[in-house]
Each structure stands twice: as structure tokens, then as C-alpha cells.
């Protein structure tokens, strides 16, 4: 049965379910008699399935009634079957071929009830029903994760055959509905990867690459569904600044092809002739892109082979494709930083909380006193927002160097309203929010120290920019935004383009989405992985809570970080190796992977990586 669909079915209609283990063996759930008329009535949901475990749906029985034929095509939806060809036989033949399932799929927070629109106590060819829930999510055509909300309210028509007085649906819903439960079950998110190219404060350009969450069907063959959902390209929101490696049209050779690791844990994919005269540099870079995404699913797959044909194009190991691109920061953060009781910059090793931490070399650890800062990610320079918020100061982390004016001042009335915490780019840009009610802007300096420009946000953005933290790959933004009561986690994708002026006006964050719909207030975010960020916020009426969220909106697998009581700030590094570090009433406090939170020291503020 579906994990949590409350619907108006009795246990062991044709419509259940049936599980096999992980050996194979195929276990058919029997069928019972079930009435030919009435509602469908409630159930209890049943147990959430383990991740081993594979569901089936069965056939419709000789003479189903219609409330069977319902019962059991919603219960197909929520099954492992590939093609969806047990749901199909649940509709007429016409409408199956109309029906496209994989168009889209609704998730409400339970199993879609069903409720028939008229019960007549004659007989009847013809009945209509209506399914309703609450939206919780869609995921689309490009298998692109969207938060929904409000309600479900479909219809879907069945009909009585005249020759073999058989029910089938003959009107059924758009593409796929179920619960919360049966698609945490069924579905898996996984990160694809493009490129982007940038340049890093202090070197080279480099290619980063750019995770475009998808979700794919967990027990149906995760790993060639995640290769083609690659070959198709990033989504719409994410296409405007990403390019993928593959030549458009580029597909697996065949339709039915299955791709499985071999025993030496490399992956071979052949595809068809639009790859077949690729150079090798640009193989490899497809190749890069395979093995970053398909570790998602297979972390110990360490070598991906390119064919078209009957050659190989190239090969490429996952230590070789580190060189190729760049996930997360180019280089791994030595230190983390925080504010000390005097409120100076204070840095110690990042790796460890053993060592004692020293002020930062130059000005910033010793001429002002700041509330808020952030490092560049080289490490070879800082930015600090002064005690009162009032003015951003910008200087080198070098031994003597000197204190210059103010990078830019605030005219907002009080400290709460005036600059946020700054943000360095990847691009060794620096990002800072002015909350100035009078004149509220999000702000960008060349190298940290041009001219401040004003970013063109989306029009209509309701509210003011409270706090700015740019994704390592410099095409992503995270902004908490205030309006009224409300302060929710925004994303957004930037472009920078050129609008004549050279000065660099043209950079505009584009198509604002929310990642924590649930949260009424967000009180401090900080990106925590390729497509993932941790974030403290209340819920409406309810207490304080850390979580991870993606970057789509939805949760990932796994635990939530360890209950922290009265969190200010946190921070966090897109290599997973770091601990995350949060300031609460106990002070700078840690939390390396699988432990519980440490204190670092209980004079300190505002803790920040790199970024």
C-alpha cells in the first residue's frame, strides 16, 4: 500500500502492492473481494517501506468494480513499475495512449483522497470521481523539484465497457499524484553537473562545476535515468549561465540500453553518433560530468568510459576529473573565522578546534571593531561591517597593513538597518545587502574595493534583502528577505552580462525562488554543499529548528544536524570534511559529522569560511 495515502480503499483490494526483497523474489499480493459501490474510505497509512525493499502494483481483476479500478490505479502510481504499464491497463486503451505520466508528478502531504461525484442506485455506465489533497510540491518535465501549495482538486472519469462490462478510467488525472510519504519512497534527488567559468581572486580562470538537482525514480535503473536526464540538459532555471559538455542530441545509443558499474567499478556508456567526433578534451570534460553526477548514486564508481559506436572516445578517472572542474571552493579553507570579545577578527585552523585562536594579520584584526565580516575565498583578504553597521571596511591579510576609508556607508537609521554580513564570490567579487528602509539595495564591488554597483534584483521583489551568501560556483545566491513578519530563504541565479557601462553594472540575480517554504522565519542561512544549505528559522507558532534544505526546496536525505539551543549565526563549508559551526548562548560552538556539538570558545561572534 501506499506509505501514507488515506484513501477510501480496503486493505487488499487488486490495487495493493506487492514487495519483493533485495534477492529477487517476487512475492504476489493476493486479491479480495471489495464492495461494488459506495465511497472510498479512509485507511491507516502503512509503515514507510525500507530502501531495499521494491513495490509493485497488480492488475485489475475480472469484474473490478469501479472504486477497485480507482483504488488500484492509484495504487500502481506509487509503484516500481518502469513503464508504468500496470497503471495503464487500469485505463482504456485511448487514454493510456493520451497519458503521460512522466509530464509531471503532484505531491500532497497525504495520499489523494477519492470521492465519486454521483452514486446512483441504478445501474450506470458512466461515473465520475474527484481527487483532493494539499499540494506539497510538483516535480515537472525536467524532473525539476518545485514547493506548491494550497489544494488538489482533480477529476478523473470512468466508464463501463458495453461487450465486457469491464470499468476502466477513461478520463484520468495529469501525470502522476501521491502522497509525501510515497515519493520520499519512490524518488530520489540527484545532483546533475554543468560548467560554469569563472576567475578566482588571484588565479586563473577555472571551470566550476554546477549541481542542477533532478529527482529520478530510486528502484527504477537510478543510474541510466540520471545519465539520460544529463544528455537532456540543465533545466530552464539553471541554462542561462551553465553549458553542458555534450553536443546537443547527444543520447545513449539505445532506447532500452541499462548502464551498471562493472566489477572494477567503472562505467561504460555508449552513445550515439551526435558524440561520435568529439575531441578528447571535450570528452572529458563529458566524462568529468558523468562521474560527478553519478557518484551521487554510486559513490565508489571511479572511472567512466566514453564509446560511440565501436570505439572508445576517452576514459577518465574521478581523481583525473578534479583537475578538469572545480565542486565547491577551489581551495580548501585553512581557517575559520569569528569575532572575538572585542569584536576583532580571530581566526584558528579550520581542521580543529585544538589550537587557540590569534587575531588576523593587518587592520581588521586589530584597528576596528566589527559586527560582522567575511573572508574572501583565497584567504588573502576580508571584509568588515563596523560595530554599527554603518560602514564596510576592506583590507589585505597581511602583516601592517593599514585601515583605509570606508568601502561604502549606510545611511540606515540604526545598526539592525543598515549592512549586512558581506559575501565573496568565487570571482573574488564581494556581495553586501544595504537595509537602509529608505534606500534598500543589494550591492557589489569589483575585487571588493571598486565603486559600489547596485545588482538589479527581479522586479516586484517583495520586501528587503536581510542577509547575502553566494554559492562557491558563482552562479547561485542565497538571500533571506524580510517582508513584514515574514523573512524567507530566496535563490537566485545570477547573470552577468554586459550592458556598456564597464563598470560593472550589468551583474542582476534572476528568478527568485524559495527553498524553506515552511519556515515563516529564517534567521541565519549558509550554503553547506554543492546544491544544499543549512538553515535556522521557526516555523509559524512553532520553536527554533536547524535543517538542511536543497536548493529546489526540498529535503535531503539524511539526519538534520544535532538540536543546538538559541543559534544567532551559522556557517558552513561546501567540503563536507569541515565541521559546521554555529554561534549560540554557549558561544562559537562545532559539530564535526557524527558527534555532538563542542564548545570552541564562549568569547566569540559571527563565525564564517571562507566566502
Request: net charge negative.
Amino acid at each position: 500500500m501506499g506509505a501514507d495515502r488515506k484513501r477510501a480503499v480496503r486493505r487488499h483490494g487488486p490495487g495493493r502492492t506487492a514487495a519483493f526483497a533485495a534477492c529477487g523474489t517476487v512475492l504476489l499480493a493476493g486479491c479480495a473481494s471489495m464492495p461494488d459501490n459506495g465511497d472510498l474510505r479512509g485507511v491507516e497509512s502503512t509503515p514507510r517501506q525500507e530502501a531495499q525493499v521494491r513495490v509493485f502494483a497488480v492488475p485489475p481483476h475480472e469484474d473490478a468494480s469501479y472504486s477497485e479500478i480507482v483504488t488500484g490505479f492509484l495504487e500502481a502510481l506509487t509503484s516500481d513499475d518502469p513503464d508504468y504499464e500496470i497503471a495503464r491497463k487500469y485505463l482504456t486503451p485511448q487514454a493510456s495512449a493520451k497519458w503521460h505520466p512522466l509530464r509531471s508528478t503532484t505531491v500532497l502531504a497525504d495520499g489523494p483522497g477519492a470521492q465519486p461525484d454521483r452514486v446512483s442506485r441504478e445501474e450506470t455506465d458512466s461515473l465520475s470521481y474527484t481527487l483532493t489533497g494539499t499540494r506539497v510540491a510538483t516535480v515537472d518535465a525536467e524532473q525539476s523539484y518545485a514547493p506548491a501549495d494550497g489544494d488538489y482538486r482533480e477529476s478523473m472519469h470512468l466508464t463501463r465497457d458495453k461487450k465486457t462490462r469491464q470499468w476502466r478510467i477513461d478520463v484520468p488525472p495529469r501525470g502522476v499524484v501521491m502522497g509525501r510519504s510515497d515519493f520520499q519512497r519512490n524518488y530520489l534527488s540527484v545532483d546533475r553537473y554543468y560548467f560554469a567559468t569563472g576567475t578566482s581572486a588571484g588565479t586563473a580562470p577555472h571551470t566550476a562545476a554546477v549541481a542542477d538537482p533532478v529527482y529520478v525514480r530510486r528502484n527504477v535503473d537510478p543510474v541510466t535515468e540520471a545519465v539520460r536526464s544529463l544528455l537532456r540538459g540543465p533545466t530552464r532555471w539553471l541554462d542561462p549561465v551553465v553549458r553542458s559538455s555534450f553536443p546537443t542530441g547527444t543520447a545513449l545509443r539505445n532506447a532500452s540500453e541499462s548502464l551498471t558499474p562493472d566489477d572494477q567499478n567503472k562505467l561504460t556508456v555508449p552513445l550515439n553518433g551526435r558524440a561520435a567526433r568529439v575531441g578528447v578534451d571535450k570528452c572529458q570534460e563529458m566524462a568529468a560530468q558523468l562521474l560527478f553526477t553519478l557518484q551521487n548514486l554510486t559513490p565508489t564508481m571511479d572511472e567512466v568510459e566514453l564509446r560511440a559506436g565501436d570505439r572508445q572516445l576517452c576514459h577518465l578517472t574521478a581523481e583525473d576529473a578534479e583537475e578538469i572542474a572545480v565542486r565547491g571552493s577551489v581551495k580548501r579553507a585553512d581557517y575559520l573565522y569569528f569575532l572575538n570579545d572585542k569584536h576583532r577578527l580571530v581566526r584558528l585552523a579550520a581542521a580543529t578546534a585544538d589550537t587557540e585562536p590569534t587575531p588576523v594579520p593587518g587592520a581588521l584584526g586589530e584597528d576596528v571593531q566589527l559586527g560582522s565580516a567575511a573572508v574572501a575565498r583565497d584567504e588573502d583578504m576580508a571584509a568588515g561591517v563596523g560595530l554599527d553597521g554603518k560602514n564596510l571596511y576592506v583590507g589585505a591579510l597581511v602583516s601592517g597593513g593599514p585601515l583605509g576609508e570606508p568601502e561604502l556607508t549606510s545611511a540606515g537609521p540604526s545598526a539592525g538597518k543598515r549592512l549586512s554580513a558581506p559575501s565573496w564570490d568565487a570571482q573574488g567579487d564581494l556581495w553586501v545587502a544595504d537595509r537602509d528602509p529608505g534606500k534598500p539595495r543589494l550591492l557589489l564591488l569589483r575585487k571588493g574595493v571598486d565603486d559600489p554597483v547596485e545588482v538589479k534584483t527581479p522586479p516586484g521583489l517583495e520586501g528587503r534583502i536581510e542577509s547575502v551568501r553566494v554559492a562557491a560556483d558563482g552562479v547561485r545566491i542565497a538571500l533571506v528577505v524580510k517582508d513584514g513578519e515574514k523573512s524567507s530563504l530566496l535563490i537566485g541565479r545570477i547573470e552577468r552580462g554586459d550592458d556598456g557601462a564597464g563598470d560593472g553594472s550589468g551583474v542582476s540575480v534572476h528568478e527568485l525562488r524559495s527553498a524553506t517554504p515552511e519556515l515563516e522565519e529564517v534567521t541565519a542561512m549558509s550554503w553547506a554543499g554543492d546544491s544544499r544549505l543549512v538553515v535556522v528559522g521557526r516555523e509559524k507558532g512553532g520553536v527554533q529548528t536547524m535543517r538542511y534544505v536543497q536548493v529546489d526546496g526540498s529535503t535531503p536525505e539524511g539526519p538534520a544536524p544535532a538540536a543546538l539551543s538559541g543559534v544567532k549565526e551559522i556557517t558552513a563549508s561546501e567540503d563536507a570534511r569541515l565541521p559546521l559551526v554555529g554561534y549560540s548562548e554557549d558561544g562559537i560552538v562545532r559539530l564535526q559529522s557524527g558527534t555532538q556539538w563542542q564548545k570552541v570558545t564562549a568569547d566569540g561572534t559571527a563565525p564564517v569560511y571562507p566566502g
